[in-house]
């Protein structure tokens, strides 16, 4: 089967557009000149003055509101508080997932710890530490490897195992629990 090239256009014409594009390019725009600058303003209220990300959120919810509206019935258009509540969401998805990062709360721990460490104190914590963890199961170990020392995410981790993150976050609570079980002192604050 032979196809055949469309002949290009002449020198100095106009690409032609696509009449969908046209109109899609029109619908971003106006409803980034009509909601920009009140979006950008609350969100970045949500995120104490960070701009940078702010206009991140902002942009991600007018890309948001200008997919659905393919999906509603003709002439609708998103309201200032559908792209404030869109917005909303993705702040407090975003804060939620940063809070379960286990390397901001290591480096949160590390602030806070302003003693010297003692060497011989830091071996036997180690020493405990290998004998605490030979005594997981290998699926268990394999979890808290991923979450507590390569600093994983849940989903991260599962990806990264090939396991659903349900099961990432199940073998890390049983782990730990198992953890508290024998060695109650160390556990706490292991986790």
């Known amino acids: 089967m032979r196809t055949t090239m469309p002949s290009p256009a002449p020198r100095g014409s106009a690409p032609v557009a696509d009449e969908s594009t046209d109109s899609g390019d029109a619908c971003i725009r106006r409803l980034y000149e009509e909601h920009h600058g009140p979006l950008l303003r609350y969100v970045s209220g949500l995120l104490r003055g960070d701009r940078q990300r702010a206009e991140d959120f902002v942009q991600e919810t007018l890309v948001r509101a200008w997919l659905s509206i393919a999906d509603q019935p003709e002439g609708w258009q998103p309201s200032r508080a559908w792209l404030i509540r869109v917005a909303h969401n993705l702040v407090v998805d975003w804060s939620r997932r940063e809070k379960t990062r286990p390397e901001l709360q290591h480096e949160q721990a590390l602030e ?30 394999e979890v808290l490897f991923y979450v507590y020392v390569l600093g994983c995410t849940g989903p991260d981790a599962a990806d990264a195992l090939g396991i659903p993150p349900g099961t990432v976050k199940s073998r890390t609570h049983h782990a730990i629990r198992e953890l508290r079980r024998h060695h109650p002192q160390h556990a706490l604050a292991a986790a």
């Open 112 to 141: 806070q710890h302003t003693e010297p460490v003692d060497p011989m104190s830091q071996a036997v914590h180690r020493r405990f530490l290998v004998s605490a963890l030979s005594r997981l199961s290998p699926s268990h170990r």
